[in-house]
Structures are given as C-alpha cells and as structure tokens.
C-alpha cells in the first residue's frame, strides 16, 4: 500500500484528490493539509513507516508562501518523492522545482486518469510530465534568459537591498552590479516588458518566479 500526502490550499480540490487517492486499492492518504510548512512539522513527528512515499504538491498557494525549491530537494533526498499538481502560473518555480529534485507535473485540468496515472509511474520510479504543461515549463517567450549573475542581482535587488549591498553581497563592484541590473532592464525591454523603477523589477522578480509573490 503507497503512502500519499496532499498538500493543496483549496479546501474542495484537496478534499476531491483525497477521494480520488483513498478510492485506489493500492494507495492512501496518510496527510492532508494546506501548506509545505505545515507538512515539514507533521513528517518530522511522524514515525518513518507512516511517512508519505509520495507528496503531491501544490506549487504555488494563496494564502501563504509559495512551495519552497530547497524544501522539496530535502524531501528528495529522504526518500520522498514528489508530484507537483499546479495550475502553473509560474514556469520558472516548476522548473526550479525540477531541478530540486521533483519527479511530476500534472495539471489542474488534468483528468482523473492522468493524475493516477502519473502518480503510479512517478511511484514505480518514472518521471511524469503533462505534454502541454512540458512546452510551458521549457520556455517562457515573455521571460528574458538571464545570466547567474544577473538574476542574482535582480532577486537581490527586487529584495530590496540598496546597489552596494548587491554588490557585496555576489562579490562585485557596485559599477558591476548596476551594469547587471541595466543589462536585466535591457532583456526585459527586449521581449516587450520594460521595468524603469524598483517597483517594476520586483513585479517582473515575482511574476517569473524568482519571488516568493507576496513581496
């Protein structure tokens, strides 16, 4: 029998995955609740033969802070694997998720058979990835590429850390970090989104995923 967990913020939508789940003679829903954080409490109280062998994941919530990449590679490497069932708003978190370590994404228009389906291969040690939702997560055409550096002094920035300390803070001269910060404004231009004040950058940081989005 497989272990699930459901971390899903709507009420109704978490309810209905746990039918679905329990509904299936070989799984059943060990937790459900609302967010990541909340999840990481209970499984560190939980003893190891009652823990989750599969966490679907809501990727972004409403009322709290969006999954956490860092989170979800910690799961990963204890065993747990992990689907990511969003309506994705944000490519860029799934493909930092992905990166961190997550086996699935399926969507939410997603049918019941397919969110089985990918559940089970992800189970036996597959990787699952809905076809529309792949196009999606491989390319954004309105998010600019942006080098390390530069998304670090667009997070930085969007932060709200003044120039000097973005410089500090990536080893550069302060002359560097607003020429990363001009070339990021640059990229932006390019794909018809420009951003001329802060307030711009942490709206275009948030949307593209580099944000958690209540900032």
């Not at 989170?71 to 860029?92: D, E, K, M, N, W």
């Not at 390390?148 to 973005?166: K, M, P």
Request: glycine share 6%; charged share 25%.
């Amino acid at each position: 029998m497989y272990r699930v967990a459901i971390v899903e913020d709507h009420l109704l939508q978490r309810r209905y995955a746990t039918g679905l789940v329990n509904a299936q003679p070989d799984m059943t829903v060990v937790h459900d609740g609302e967010d990541l954080p909340s999840f990481m409490t209970w499984l560190e109280s939980t003893e190891r033969q009652s823990r989750p062998h599969l966490v679907l994941l809501d990727l972004m919530v409403e009322r709290g802070p969006d999954a956490c990449p860092s989170t979800v590679g910690r799961l990963v490497a204890s065993g747990i694997r992990v689907v990511l069932f969003s309506a994705l708003a944000s490519p860029p978190l799934a493909r930092q998720m992905i990166r961190a370590g997550a086996s699935g994404v399926i969507g939410k228009r997603d049918d019941e058979a397919t969110v089985l389906a990918a559940l089970r291969a992800v189970l036996a040690g597959q990787r699952w990835v809905s076809p529309e939702l792949a196009v999606l997560i491989a390319h954004d055409p309105q998010q600019p590429k942006l080098s390390d550096q530069e998304e670090r002094a667009l997070v930085l920035y969007a932060s709200g850390l003044s120039i000097d300390s973005v410089a500090a803070s990536i080893g550069v001269k302060p002359g560097t970090a607003k020429k990363y910060l001009h070339r990021v404004r640059e990229k932006y231009s390019a794909v018809d989104r420009p951003v001329t004040s802060r307030q711009d950058l942490i709206r275009a940081a948030a949307r593209d995923g580099y944000l958690p989005r209540h900032h």
